[in-house]
Every structure is written in structure tokens, then in C-alpha cells.
């Protein structure tokens, strides 16, 4: 659309990036997680490819237990790969570690992925995004059968709260205090 001056009138595209979270223990699994196979692809690999198909090229791995193992098989990944020393501290100490790494960017946004949901589409990758783009919301959650899951985009509004959140109670701290903040994107996929 054209405004009166001759001009587009459309926003120009946000500027997100995606924080994989792969720093965790995966005790019950006994072997990172991030090392599991679906189909022929690690669970990180799918997921880092499903990011790029979505559009999403700057792209921060998060590791910390077996940081080296999977290091090890990160050679095919041409983003940055980071290492959470304080891990044991919970899922939020590996998004302050993420956003550390972007601060650099000029960010409207970050995804955050966990690597323990594999089955995330570039489809509902898409969604997301552009739920944040047109909603104008700080939040953007998918839920499933009336149930909130991942990933979830927060915009750079919140990225201070997300770093002085407690620690024991992560980013849900941050999406209590925005309720009227959040956009929720119903989602008919189930990964």
C-alpha cells in the first residue's frame, strides 16, 4: 500500500534471531539430547535447518553439559555456538547467555527453541514470526490443544526482564507480567 505521498506504508520486515537452548543434562536420557537422531539429522540439526528454512539465519546454540561432545559435531553449523558454564542454574541462565551472545545485534526479537522439541516446523517457525510482526505484542506463545509450548518469540521490549528474572522460575516470570502482552498463535502441530 501506498500512502498519499507515493511512499509503501509497509513496515519493514523485524529483525529476529533464534536461541537454540541445548545446555541441559538429558540425565534420564543418558546422552545429549542434542545428539539425538530423527531420521538422519541430529535433533539440533533438524531444528537449526528448520530455522533457516523459516528465514532465521542468526542463530545462537546454547551448550553446557557435554559442551565438548557436542561442540564435536557442530562443524556443518556456521552460526555461534556459546557454552553456559552456570547451566545447572536452569533454562533462563542459557537465554541470558544467548542474549549475551546477541548483544551485539540490533534485535526487534529472539526465538527461543529448546532442543528437546524436534518436531518444530519452519511452518509454524513462519507463524510465529509473523504473529510478532503483526500483532505488535512483546510475547508470542503457540498453543495446542489449549496447552502453551515452544518456541516462544519475545521482543527486545522484555530482554532486560528476561535477565534479571529469577533464575528458579526462567522466562515464565516475564510472560506472568505481560499478560496483556502476549499473543497466542493456535497451532493444529503437535511437535
Not at 545428539?35 to 528448520?50: M, N, S, Y
Amino acid at each position: 500500500r501506498q500512502g498519499s505521498d507515493g511512499v509503501d506504508n509497509v513496515a519493514p520486515p523485524m529483525v529476529v534471531a533464534a536461541i537454540v537452548l541445548a545446555a541441559g543434562a538429558s540425565l534420564r536420557m543418558g546422552r545429549p539430547k542434542a545428539l539425538l537422531k530423527i531420521g538422519e539429522e541430529t535433533f539440533v540439526q533438524h531444528i537449526v535447518g528448520q530455522l533457516h528454512c523459516a528465514g532465521l539465519l542468526d542463530v545462537v546454540i546454547v551448550l553446557g553439559a557435554d559442551a565438548e561432545e557436542i561442540r564435536n559435531s557442530l562443524s556443518w553449523f556456521e552460526g555461534i555456538v556459546v557454552v553456559n558454564a552456570g547451566w545447572k542454574e536452569g533454562q533462563l541462565s542459557s537465554v541470558i547467555v544467548g542474549l549475551n551472545a546477541l548483544s551485539h545485534r540490533r534485535l526487534d526479537g529472539v526465538l527461543i527453541c529448546p532442543v528437546d522439541r524436534p518436531l518444530v516446523t519452519h511452518t509454524l517457525i513462519n507463524d510465529l514470526l509473523r504473529a510478532f510482526q503483526e500483532s505488535g505484542k512483546s510475547i508470542v506463545v503457540p498453543v495446542f490443544q489449549g496447552q502453551r509450548g515452544h518456541p516462544t518469540v519475545f521482543s527486545s521490549d522484555v530482554f532486560d526482564e528476561l535477565r534479571v528474572a529469577p533464575l528458579n522460575v526462567g522466562a515464565r516470570h516475564v510472560v506472568r507480567n505481560h499478560p496483556n502482552d502476549i499473543q497466542e498463535l493456535t497451532t493444529s502441530e503437535e511437535g
